[in-house]
């Protein structure tokens, strides 16, 4: 006997919610992964990926598929939506909005490699276990590949967290983005225009008064405005990729660890990229068997 799981809210009685029985009967065939086009499906299993996204955890595999499944990009918050997975249902209601990166949220359990849904069983997502990833950003990723950048990281609230300083001119931390293409700085606006842009696109920013005209660019996981310098770095601040002049000059090789910049002591990776955030000189201090190196960059 095939196992059902229907989950809906106890102080709801039952003639309040819609049925999503057809939608269940629709996207049963789900399983492992989600079909997007005739040849590629999503999955959160990171195995035989041809292309892996780091920022959202999707796996692109490729796949001969006989079904593939349109997604409706307009939900809205607080519609009824269930988490469809083969013989699995979980009913509840869109409840929070994704945050650039960060998963949607229904109200119940969203099943990692569901197919999210609305009450029409009109597909608005896919499920990764902890929320699910919205229609756009799939199909953007699917299609592309990779994300936009405009060499900027902004909060919730659109204050700059960190820039580029060798991408982006004229601006400070703290600064708060205005407006982006004409119209009002807002995570899902940044979302669209910025994070799901293609490379070489022009976008107009309004930051704290000031207009900047950018380029959009592939955005990079792990990315600092190190990398101008040839120096890569992972999330534990340890030096993945040095120049050989660097390793001759300062007897330091990958491996070592940044401890400083400009000094002040640096713990995060967060904070490694607010420190760069600037025109100014800068000095970065390595660690690496007890030695010390401190490197001048510019």
Not at 133 to 154: L, P, Q
Request: aromatic content about 12%.
């Amino acid at each position: 006997m095939k196992k059902l799981i229907f989950f809906i809210p106890l102080f709801l009685l039952a003639s309040t919610y819609p049925d999503f029985r057809p939608c269940l009967v629709k996207y049963s065939f789900v399983k492992n992964s989600v079909p997007v086009t005739k040849t590629k499906s999503v999955t959160f299993n990171k195995k035989n990926c041809i292309n892996y996204d780091p920022f959202t955890g999707m796996c692109i595999i490729k796949s001969n598929n006989k079904r593939k499944i349109k997604f409706f990009d307009n939900a809205k918050l607080g519609w009824w939506a269930a988490s469809i997975k083969h013989n699995e249902i979980y009913v509840g209601n869109y409840a929070k909005d994704a945050l650039f990166f960060s998963p949607a949220l229904l109200s119940v359990k969203t099943v990692k490699n569901s197919v999210v849904t609305d009450m029409f069983c009109r597909a608005i997502g896919i499920g990764r276990g902890d929320g699910f990833i919205k229609s756009d950003m799939i199909k953007h990723f699917v299609k592309y590949g990779y994300w936009g950048d405009a060499g900027i990281e902004v909060d919730e609230n659109m204050k700059i967290v960190s820039f580029d300083p060798f991408y982006i001119k004229g601006i400070k931390t703290g600064e708060k983005l205005e407006k982006i293409n004409l119209k009002k700085a807002t995570p899902e606006i940044f979302t669209k225009t910025i994070l799901e842009g293609v490379k070489g696109k022009k976008v107009v920013l309004c930051i704290d008064g000031k207009k900047v005209n950018i380029k959009i660019r592939k955005k990079k996981y792990l990315y600092t405005p190190l990398e101008h310098f040839g120096i890569s770095v992972n999330d534990h601040l340890v030096i993945t990729k040095l120049p050989k002049k660097l390793q001759q000059i300062y007897f330091i090789k990958p491996g070592a660890k940044i401890i400083k910049v400009n000094g002040v002591e640096i713990k995060t990776f967060e904070e490694l990229k607010k420190a760069l955030s600037t025109y100014k000189n800068v000095t970065i201090s390595l660690e690496q068997q007890g030695i010390t190196a401190t490197i001048p960059l510019r």
